[in-house]
């Protein structure tokens, strides 16, 4: 079966000459996570714009569902893949139901099919259709603006989902109740999943494979377990960030 | 002589220098619209067009406007079409920088997610960018016409007609009437077209 995603020796460079990712290959297959984990700057968004070509690479390939992404137009690349950012970007002049609908729209879907899919996704992510479809974004809390954000990517039934960050703007709370859903959405959907994020926790509970990058470079890629016991350095920076450590006592 | 006994004379002229003066606003505005919108939208794709689109519309904006009806006049002759041109420079600045800021305004996370969605950039245009735009477009279009009812007096000084012609005609005889004859319709015409165009900037701005 082919894989869901596949990178082979991706590499950006800056007209400047400045290396943001260099040599970078996995395999994401259906039903996986990749979790790209490393500190800011270390090339984990860049890798993911690389792979839907809001940038183009210099170096390298990327098949999406066995397809060159190189040889697609960039926009018909995209609708192949969902893509999820912190920010989530929900059109505010449009219902939640017109922002889930967008792709299955320009793609021409019939609008009965459109408003099916619009339902089922709103249930899939936890939220009552019959209440949301017709508010607008700034009616919604974060969370749900995220959860809608979700929906939206999945709407026109990927095999690939890209997330950046997808919780890092959201209270505790409500990112710890997204996460637990997450987990156990990532399982039902059995699309291929990279997922970058800075928080090892999060990484740790999300990640089917751990990929850890340091200054452009996938410096470990390997399972959770893998990634606790290992001694690379950048690893136990990170396993020991993760730790707090005993509480301090007055 | 008060200036109702005068328009009730002069009435058929009167409905007939309104009707130039409409005209020659109308022509003018449509036509900076036309011109204006795509080069703002043009100037949110080319980054190297922004400033010298933006200050030659700035330098048209600092001419006198009685000097750039001169101007015009070794081109195009005496007459209505000198003079919209004229107005048509005027009211391209607040058209074109509204719909640049306007646009450049839009939130950039919903561009991107737009983009990485697989919008083509005419869709990303057409639905998101436009209509979240298109309260300062509006806005802009609004400043356009309004300044352009009062420029519009000016034409009349090169035979364009309009309200200006009662104006003109009252400064040379000194006559008070006959220069509020032609500014009071000028000036409640601007208050119309404000009142109207804001009306639809608030029913076409998504908020």
């Known amino acids: 079966m082919t894989a869901a995603l596949e990178v082979r020796g991706l ?15 996995f395999t994401v297959g259906a039903g ?3 979790v790209l984990l490393g500190r800011s700057g270390s090339g984990k968004t860049t890798t993911l714009k690389l792979i839907n070509r809001l940038l183009e690479p210099t170096a390298g390939e990327v098949l999406v569902a066995g397809e060159r992404a190189a040889g697609l ?19 505010p002049h449009f219902t939640v139901a017109r922002n889930i609908g967008l792709v299955p729209r320009l793609e021409r879907w019939p609008a009965e099919r459109i408003a099916a899919r619009v339902h089922e996704l709103l249930t899939l992510v936890g939220l009552d259709p019959a209440a949301f479809v017709a508010r607008y974004p700034e009616q919604l809390s974060g969370g749900q603006r995220q959860r809608v954000g979700v929906a939206r990517a999945l ?13 890092g703007a959201l209270d505790p709370i409500t990112r710890v109740e997204l996460q637990r859903e997450f987990r156990g959405l990532e399982g039902r959907l059995g699309k291929g999943i990279v997922f970058v994020t800075h928080d090892v926790r999060e990484g740790l509970m999300l990640g089917t494979r751990i990929g850890l990058m340091q200054g452009g470079r996938l410096a ?23 730790d707090p450590g005993p509480a301090v006592r007055g | 002589m008060g200036l109702l006994s005068f328009y009730s004379r002069n009435s058929a002229e009167l409905l007939g220098l309104i009707w130039q003066h409409v005209y020659l606003v109308a022509v003018s505005t449509g036509a900076a619209i036309l011109v204006g919108v795509p080069l703002g939208v043009a100037l949110t794709r080319r980054a190297a067009w922004r400033a010298p689109v933006l200050g030659l519309a700035n330098v048209f904006q600092t001419i006198p406007s009685l000097a750039l009806f001169g101007f015009l006049i070794p081109v195009f002759g005496i007459g209505a079409w000198t003079a919209i041109t004229a107005l048509i420079v005027y009211a391209l600045l607040p058209i074109i920088r509204n719909t640049y800021t306007g646009i450049a305004g839009v939130d950039p996370a919903v561009r991107e997610a737009g983009r990485g969605m697989g919008m083509t950039d005419g869709e990303l245009l057409r639905l998101v960018e436009l209509p979240l735009a298109a309260g300062v477009i509006l806005a802009g279009i609004r400043v356009a016409t309004v300044v352009s009812v009062g420029v519009a007096t000016i034409g009349a000084a090169i035979g364009a007609g309009g309200l200006g012609v009662y104006i003109f005609r009252g400064v040379a005889t000194v006559d008070d009437t006959l220069i509020m004859a032609g500014a009071l319709p000028a000036a409640l015409l601007a208050l119309g077209a404000d009142a109207v165009l804001g009306f639809v900037e608030r029913r076409l701005a998504w908020r």
């Not at chain 1, 590499?11 to 290959?25: D, H």
């Not at chain 1, 470990?220 to 993760?242: H, I, K, N, W, Y």
């Open chain 1, 11 to 25: 590499g950006y460079v800056l007209p400047a000459g400045r290396n943001l990712v260099e040599n970078v290959s």
């Open chain 1, 155 to 167: 709407a026109a039934d990927p095999p690939l989902l890209l997330l950046d960050e997808p919780f």
């Open chain 1, 220 to 242: 470990f890629l390997g399972t959770p377990d893998e990634f606790r016991a290992s001694t690379q350095p950048e690893a136990v920076a990170f396993m020991s960030a993760a």
């Open chain 1, 32 to 34: 996986e996570t990749l």
């Open chain 1, 73 to 91: 137009e960039p926009t018909r690349l995209r609708r192949r893949i969902g893509y999820v950012i912190q920010e989530v970007g929900l059109f």
